[in-house]
Structure formats: structure tokens, C-alpha cells
């Protein structure tokens, strides 16, 4: 009784200090419920679009409470501002809509900024107009305090519930939607975990002028966060040094593992400027600003690897998001070397208007990213017309192809009209994003010229990737079975798929061959024809057979094998077999 007593009150203090965002999160969670009690696919994708504002709504409202009291507004500027923050949302509800119509990754990756931004408002909010180093450190104590406890309420809450509907159900055989489960997780972590997280904020002025740095903070600073940035830092000076022997350009993985390091000293100088000139342990004394020197000749060394990256392919929005994040690295590194008042909270305030600013408008990471596409479609394109034939080499499909589906995920073919002569998207609207390159290049009669890959010896085919519009005819068959293609043979097996040295596969019934087929020539056009089997449509490794046994369809799942010096070799792989004999088998 005491945690239930201790909950509504954490409630009541909750909804009487963040009114607004607490009807939004109670309002988001019913709807939620509402939507997966209907138990239809359908209907919770037409309100895809409508969740993910609900999700977004949440921190931005309780950033703009606590911004709100740092600004001291009157109520009725209060309730002005958060009524900005939720037309704010309503715009982005409009934009997803009426603008983009269907979700693509466009919409996915806008809203997956927004949320960080969101997250991020929160953590500087009541520092946008002051500073107070051992209060910023005592605010953010108080965030982490807060989600690890509203979290444990909220799991103790939804474990308690979830067995007592698994009692109903198995006691007193019960019968809940299939979604029962997901409805009650919805409400422990929209509902309970909002109102206990909110109910442990302080307010700004009741925050404790004095540093409370535990015992439990300094071991995972002082034994885990600093040595493991000390073992990045000698890798990366490692990797410098191999680069420097062999004078050759960085990899484009250095790029994480730069920005890493970067990030994980931010997060030690966060955690240990209060105290960092009064801690007994010299460590923590010189980690800054020492380290943050070390960090600076490898940031050359960051930009070369995003340049390497962008050069090769032009921006995406991870490239350019990458390219504003080390811009943001070097900036922060530079402040925190040269300012006396070294401002903490500039961490999160920069961040945040650098993720809106990549978010829309004319510097946005999808602006650029989607021209600098378009460019290279234009680019390749010029060099198809100054072709005596209209043909792409293999590399130069595999750029088109790249080009094409990442131009198609986000819903912006329309403007490749002014290259093709027509919209792909309307032209090909049955068409998926899969297979829309190779119909592009079809209707513009572009030859695609193998490549001979004498480097590729190992060629694997797998349909477990997306084969659209692929269908076969089964009515002519009376069994089905799946089998694994071997090199091994076991007479007292009933079915069982066979491969010898000559690559002759055979398809037997104990010891008797139903059928038996040689796929070498086969194989070899198929390493000629594409770079990556993957790209073969399902048909390329279908196959028909009739014989005085019977008649088989074999679909291959799998196959691997190697060709090298012009002779294949299979390795394995799995089939499907379609098959009517003409004499009955006797199965077990």
C-alpha cells in the first residue's frame, strides 16, 4: 500500500507542476492503447504518422516548462509558449501528411533529430539565461536520478500487471486482444514512468549550490571512463603512426572511432569540472585540459576521413551530419581550451541549434544530401550521352542503383523527370525501390556490361533479401519439400539433394536419381551477369524439370560456390522442391 500511496502522490505533485505535458503523455498513452486494441495493421499505419508527434510532444513540452520558469514567465506567457511548442507539433504532424504524404526515412530521420533535440532542450532548459556550474552538474544528477527511478516504477508496475493478466488467463482462461501485453507496457512507461520522472525534478532555485560527488561517480570515472578513453586515444595515435609508415589514406571507420573519444572526453569534463581542482587524484586534476590538447592533432585526421567519404560519393545525411558533428567537436575543443568561464551547458545549447539548423531549411542535411544526389545522377548521366553506345559498367550501375533507391526512399523521384524524360514514380508504380534502377535502365534501353571480376572467387546467392513480384505456378505439383543441398549422400534418407565434384546436382529418393542437372555454364553467366547475386531476381535460380520420373521445380533459397580460373565448384546451399512423380513415393 505504501508504494501505491507513494505513487499518486509523486502524481499529484507531478501533473500540478507540468499540467500540460502531462494531459499530452496521458492523452498520447490512451490513444496508443486505443489504437493497438483494434488489433489492425492497417489502422496503426494510417496513424503512424500521428504516434511519432505524440512520442516527439513529450520532451520538448517539459523543456519548455523548465525554460519557462528560467525566463519566470506570467501564466498567461506560459501558456503562450507551450501552446507555440504544440502548434510547433501540429506542423510537423501537417508536414509528414500533406507534404511527404508517406512516411519514407526522410520523415523517420527529421523526427529522430527532433527527438534528440527534444531530449537535449530539456538538458539545458533552465541554464538558457544563467550560469551555475555546481547546479548544472546537481541538474543533470538530477535527470539521471529521475530516469532510473521513474524506469524501476515503472517495470515493478508492468511485471506486477503482466502476471496478473497471465493469472486471469491461465486460471480463469480469460480472453484478452493479442496486444494486451504491448497496451499495458504502453501505460507503465507513457503514464506512470511520465508522472514519477516529472515528480523528481527540483526546481532550479531549490538545486543544491554543493557538489555531491560520490564514491560509486569517482570509481566509474577514475577506473573505467578515463582508461578506456586513454586506450582509445593510444589506439587512434596507433593508427596515425601505421598511417604516417605506409602514407596512406585513414579508413572511414577512424571517423567513429574519433568522434567516440571526442564524446567520451565531453562527457568526463562534464562529470568532473566541479570537483576537478579539488579531487585528490591527479588524474582527474589533469584530464583537462591536457587531454583535450591530445585530442586536437587527430582532428585532421577526421576531416581527410569524412573528405575521403564525401569526395568518393557525395554527401548523405549521415555524411553531412558526420561533417557538422566534427565542426562541433572542433568548436567545443577550442572553447573549452581558451574560456575562462567554460560554460558547460554550451555542450548541449550548441548541439541543439546545430541539429535544428540540419534539420530544415537551406543548410538542412537533407537539402544538401538530396542535391549533391541529384548531382551525381546528372553527372553520370552526361557521361552515359558522351558514351558512343548507352551503357553503364558495372561500377556505374552499382552507383546508379545506389543512387536511384536512395533518391526513391525519400520520395523525391518527380525531380529525376529532368534526366529520365519521365517520372519513375509514376511510370513504374508498382514497381519497388528494389528493382526501380534496373527498370529505369530497361526503359532507357542502357546496357549494363559485366564486370569480369578475376578478384571474386566466392559467389553466394540468398533470397532471403526482398524478391519482389515473384510468383511460380505449383498446381502442376502434388509435393513440397525443403531440402540442403550437400556433397554428402545418405541412402536411408527418403529425399535428399545432392552435389558431386562435376557440380551435377541430383535430386534422389533413398538411392534412385528423380532427377539429376549440371548448373556449371549456368553459374558462370550468373557471375558474369551480376556483381552481387543478390541482385539476380528469384527466376535466375528457378528451375523447371520434366522427365520419365516426373515433374520438379527446383527454387533455391542459398547457393554458394566458388569460381575461380573458370571452373566452378558449389559449396552448399538450400532449395525448395516442388515435384510430382510419376510412380507414388513411399514417405514416412
Avoid at 528560467?70 to 504532424?93: C, T
Avoid at 554428402?488 to 539429376?516: C, G, M, Q, W
Wanted: include cysteine; charged fraction near 20%.
Amino acid at each position: 500500500m505504501s508504494f501505491i500511496f507513494n505513487l499518486s502522490q509523486k502524481a499529484t505533485s507531478s501533473f500540478k507542476r507540468f499540467p500540460v505535458t502531462l494531459i499530452w503523455a496521458i492523452f498520447g498513452s490512451f490513444y496508443l492503447i486505443s489504437v493497438y486494441g483494434i488489433d489492425d495493421f492497417d489502422l496503426i499505419q494510417q496513424n503512424e504518422g500521428f504516434i511519432l508527434v505524440l512520442i516527439l510532444g513529450v520532451s520538448w513540452l517539459i523543456g519548455s516548462q523548465f525554460l519557462s520558469e528560467a525566463l519566470k514567465h506570467n501564466p498567461l506567457n506560459r501558456f503562450a509558449f507551450k501552446l507555440s511548442i504544440i502548434i510547433a507539433l501540429a506542423l510537423f504532424s501537417y508536414y509528414i501528411y500533406n507534404i511527404e504524404i508517406d512516411i519514407s526515412e526522410k520523415v523517420y530521420d527529421r523526427w529522430a533529430l527532433l527527438l534528440l533535440a527534444g531530449h537535449i532542450f530539456v538538458g539545458f532548459a533552465p541554464f538558457v539565461n544563467t550560469w551555475h556550474k555546481n547546479k548544472f552538474w546537481n541538474y543533470l544528477k538530477s535527470i539521471i536520478v529521475a530516469l532510473f527511478r521513474s524506469g524501476l516504477y515503472a517495470v515493478v508496475l508492468y511485471i506486477g500487471l503482466a502476471l496478473a493478466i497471465s493469472a486471469l488467463e491461465l486460471l480463469f482462461d480469460a480472453e484478452f486482444n493479442s496486444n494486451i501485453y504491448l497496451q499495458t507496457f504502453i501505460f507503465c512507461l507513457g503514464i506512470v514512468n511520465t508522472f514519477v520522472y516529472l515528480s523528481d525534478f527540483p526546481r532550479i532555485d531549490k538545486l543544491d549550490h554543493k557538489v555531491d560527488f560520490s564514491k560509486a561517480s569517482e570509481v566509474l570515472i577514475l577506473y573505467i571512463l578515463i582508461p578506456l578513453s586513454l586506450l582509445y586515444m593510444l589506439i587512434v595515435y596507433v593508427y596515425v603512426l601505421k598511417i604516417l609508415i605506409d602514407w596512406e589514406l585513414p579508413r572511414g571507420w577512424v571517423t567513429y572511432l574519433i568522434t567516440a573519444l571526442s564524446l567520451l572526453a565531453f562527457l568526463i569534463h562534464i562529470a568532473i569540472e566541479p570537483i576537478r581542482k579539488t579531487h585528490k587524484s591527479k588524474l582527474i586534476q589533469k584530464f583537462f585540459p591536457y587531454y583535450f590538447w591530445s585530442i586536437l592533432p587527430l582532428i585532421p585526421l577526421l576531416f581527410i576521413a569524412l573528405y575521403r567519404r564525401i569526395a568518393e560519393y557525395n554527401f548523405t545525411e549521415l555524411r553531412y551530419l558526420g561533417l557538422v558533428l566534427a565542426i562541433w567537436i572542433l568548436g567545443m575543443l577550442i572553447y573549452m581550451i581558451i574560456s575562462n568561464k567554460k560554460d558547460l551547458s554550451i555542450y548541449a545549447k550548441s548541439v541543439f541549434l546545430l541539429i535544428l539548423l540540419s534539420t530544415f531549411g537551406p543548410l538542412s542535411a537533407f537539402k544538401i544530401s538530396i542535391n549533391a544526389q541529384y548531382s551525381e545522377l546528372e553527372e553520370l548521366m552526361q557521361k552515359l550521352d558522351n558514351k558512343p553506345e548507352k551503357s553503364f559498367t558495372a561500377g556505374e550501375f552499382k552507383r546508379f542503383k545506389s543512387i536511384i533507391q536512395y533518391i526513391s526512399n525519400r520520395n523525391a523521384l518527380n525531380k529525376t523527370k529532368a534526366y529520365f524524360g519521365f517520372d519513375p514514380k509514376l511510370a513504374f508504380s508498382e514497381t519497388t525501390t528494389y528493382d526501380l534502377p534496373k527498370k529505369i535502365a530497361d526503359s532507357l534501353n542502357i546496357q549494363i556490361i559485366p564486370s569480369n571480376n578475376n578478384s571474386k572467387t566466392v559467389w553466394t546467392y540468398r533470397s532471403s533479401l526482398l524478391k519482389s513480384k515473384y510468383a511460380e505456378e505449383i498446381n502442376a505439383y502434388t509435393h513440397f519439400t525443403e531440402l540442403i543441398l550437400s556433397n554428402s549422400r545418405n541412402n536411408n534418407t527418403p529425399l535428399h539433394l545432392h552435389f558431386d565434384r562435376n557440380n551435377i546436382i541430383a535430386f534422389r529418393y533413398y538411392d534412385e536419381v528423380l532427377l539429376k542437372t549440371d548448373l556449371t555454364n549456368h553459374l558462370k553467366a550468373m557471375a558474369g551477369k551480376y556483381d552481387y547475386l543478390n541482385d539476380a531476381p528469384q527466376q535466375e535460380f528457378s528451375f523447371r524439370f520434366k522427365n520419365d520420373k516426373g515433374d520438379f521445380l527446383m527454387i533455391f533459397d542459398r547457393l554458394s560456390y566458388t569460381l575461380k580460373n573458370n571452373e566452378v565448384k558449389i559449396i552448399n546451399g538450400q532449395a525448395k522442391m516442388f515435384y510430382m512423380t510419376y510412380q507414388g513415393l513411399e514417405l514416412p
